[in-house]
């Protein structure tokens, strides 16, 4: 017997119910973003391997463990992307557009990473991202955020809450390594080994880990916004002023890092507590370094990502769509009319199914499964005297009339 074939672990089939919620959700990212003048670009799913270990870094568990690289056929070296923001800089630096002003840029689709599949984390996962090129100042990273806001609300997410840090800069950051290193060293019997190692690679990750302990013994860690330069104070105040004046709440989470240096100053997360250790739906920030390590000019730039699955676990699953018109055609010969004329019914704009022919009471029953508002009876009087009998199916009301009658009749 041969094997069932069954779609690869952590990688699901988007079944109708399920791209109703997803098209939902792109819908409303669509609206608002262009309402902020964010333009949407379509941009690779394979790219350069290359590409992600100078913009993740080559001993990141997304790169060494998680991505899906290969070799082709002509010996390059490639993979499906695990985020889009490597990608969109790759674009706008290959368009050559670092000197025609500040870009803003969306886009949709799915990323790829091999990790333990669990609720909320999936090795194929949708997701629409933002970002805007060419921009600095707190204003635009208010901007930002209340775009994000916008969004999450046009969904119905009210429940969520800000949490906001900055990261500093390449002249405050390297002062605040140093006084968390001494913490940490300080605190070593209290941290867990992974920890230990990240302490010597990559302090700041260290404020990131999940375990207990851990978390524990960070509470009294020394917090990044206690050593901020006078710039990214003065632009972090700024930034929380906006809001202000926005009425768009928010928390301060000194808890909130990026473990690459080319991420500075504003970092956000929106995140709930409906979704367990899987809370955050929305994060970004600022990345004002990513564009000249991948081989640009230094260029400012702020963005997010938003996981599509994770957000219609907060949903509820829109409805199916409901038909206008079932047809129903009686006798062989009133068939190919029939089609006529729910192909006529489609072209004024009505959703309508036709229901093939053959024996009534199957048709009849099908009809009643679509759950259409009106059904729409074509014997062959009717084709003859061309007229359609309909039934509104709510009301049981039924007549026969012509086809400009029954467009009133259905727009009543």
Same mark, same amino acid.
């Given at each position: 017997?041969?094997?069932?074939?069954?779609?690869?672990?952590?990688?699901?089939?988007?079944?109708?119910?399920?791209?109703?919620?997803?098209?939902?959700?792109?819908?409303?990212?669509?609206?608002?973003?262009?309402?902020?003048?964010?333009?949407?670009?379509?941009?690779?799913?394979?790219?350069?391997?290359?590409?992600?270990?100078?913009?993740?870094?080559?001993?990141?568990?997304?790169?060494?463990?998680?991505?899906?690289?290969?070799?082709?056929?002509?010996?390059?070296?490639?993979?499906?992307?695990?985020?889009?923001?490597?990608?969109?800089?790759?674009?706008?630096?290959?368009?050559?557009?670092?000197?025609?002003?500040?870009?803003?840029?969306?886009?949709?689709?799915?990323?790829?990473?091999?990790?333990?599949?669990?609720?909320?984390?999936?090795?194929?996962?949708?997701?629409?991202?933002?970002?805007?090129?060419?921009?600095?100042?707190?204003?635009?990273?208010?901007?930002?955020?209340?775009?994000?806001?916008?969004?999450?609300?046009?969904?119905?997410?009210?429940?969520?809450?800000?949490?906001?840090?900055?990261?500093?800069?390449?002249?405050?950051?390297?002062?605040?390594?140093?006084?968390?290193?001494?913490?940490?060293?300080?605190?070593?019997?209290?941290?867990?080994?992974?920890?230990?190692?990240?302490?010597?690679?990559?302090?700041?990750?260290?404020?990131?880990?999940?375990?207990?302990?851990?978390?524990?013994?960070?509470?009294?860690?020394?917090?990044?916004?206690?050593?901020?330069?006078?710039?990214?104070?003065?632009?972090?105040?700024?930034?929380?002023?906006?809001?202000?004046?926005?009425?768009?709440?928010?928390?301060?989470?000194?808890?909130?890092?990026?473990?690459?240096?080319?991420?500075?100053?504003?970092?956000?997360?929106?995140?709930?507590? *409906? +979704?367990?250790?899987?809370?955050?739906?929305?994060?970004?920030? &600022?990345? #004002?370094?990513? /564009?000249?390590? $991948? %081989?640009?000019?230094?260029?400012?730039?702020?963005?997010?990502?938003?996981?599509?699955? *994770? +957000?219609?676990?907060?949903?509820?699953?829109?409805?199916?769509? &409901?038909? #206008?018109?079932? /047809?129903?055609? $009686? %006798?062989?010969?009133?068939?190919?009319?029939?089609?006529?004329?729910?192909?006529?019914? *489609?072209?004024?704009?009505?959703?309508?199914?036709?229901?093939?022919?053959?024996?009534?009471?199957?048709?009849?029953? $099908?009809?009643?499964?679509?759950?259409?508002?009106?059904?729409?009876?074509?014997?062959?009087?009717?084709?003859?005297?061309?007229?359609?009998?309909?039934?509104?199916?709510?009301?049981?009301?039924?007549?026969?009339?012509?086809?400009?009658?029954?467009?009133?009749?259905?727009?009543?």
């Amino acid at each position: 017997m041969a094997k069932k074939l069954q779609s690869i672990r952590g990688i699901h089939d988007g079944l109708p119910e399920q791209v109703r919620c997803w098209q939902h959700i792109e819908q409303a990212a669509r609206t608002i973003f262009e309402r902020y003048a964010f333009s949407e670009v379509r941009l690779p799913v394979l790219e350069p391997t290359e590409l992600f270990v100078r913009s993740i870094g080559a001993a990141t568990d997304i790169v060494s463990k998680e991505m899906y690289a290969f070799v082709d056929q002509g010996g390059d070296h490639i993979c499906l992307r695990p985020e889009g923001t490597a990608g969109a800089v790759r674009a706008y630096l290959q368009a050559g557009l670092t000197r025609s002003g500040a870009q803003r840029w969306y886009y949709m689709g799915p990323m790829f990473r091999r990790e333990r599949p669990q609720k909320g984390r999936l090795r194929q996962f949708q997701q629409i991202g933002l970002e805007w090129f060419g921009v600095s100042g707190p204003v635009e990273d208010v901007e930002v955020l209340a775009l994000a806001e916008s969004f999450l609300k046009a969904l119905g997410l009210v429940d969520l809450r800000l949490e906001l840090n900055s990261l500093g800069c390449d002249q405050c950051r390297p002062v605040y390594r140093t006084v968390l290193v001494d913490f940490l060293r300080n605190a070593a019997d209290r941290l867990c080994e992974t920890c230990h190692e990240r302490t010597e690679k990559n302090p700041m990750r260290v404020l990131d880990c999940k375990e207990e302990r851990c978390q524990s013994t960070l509470r009294e860690a020394p917090e990044i916004t206690g050593h901020l330069c006078a710039a990214c104070a003065s632009h972090f105040e700024q930034l929380k002023l906006g809001l202000d004046a926005l009425g768009i709440g928010y928390e301060v989470n000194p808890r909130i890092v990026r473990g690459l240096d080319y991420y500075n100053r504003t970092a956000f997360e929106f995140v709930t507590d *409906r +979704l367990g250790a899987q809370g955050t739906v929305l994060a970004g920030g &600022r990345y #004002d370094g990513l /564009i000249e390590e $991948l %081989g640009g000019p230094a260029t400012p730039a702020i963005g997010f990502a938003a996981g599509v699955e *994770r +957000l219609a676990m907060l949903l509820e699953t829109p409805e199916s769509p &409901r038909p #206008d018109f079932a /047809i129903v055609s $009686l %006798g062989e010969q009133t068939l190919v009319w029939s089609l006529e004329q729910a192909d006529w019914l *489609r072209s004024q704009g009505f959703v309508v199914v036709h229901c093939g022919g053959g024996g009534a009471k199957r048709q009849f029953k $099908l009809a009643d499964r679509e759950h259409a508002r009106f059904t729409a009876v074509i014997g062959e009087e009717e084709m003859q005297r061309n007229l359609i009998t309909v039934k509104d199916m709510e009301t049981g009301e039924q007549r026969t009339m012509t086809r400009q009658e029954v467009v009133t009749f259905a727009h009543r």
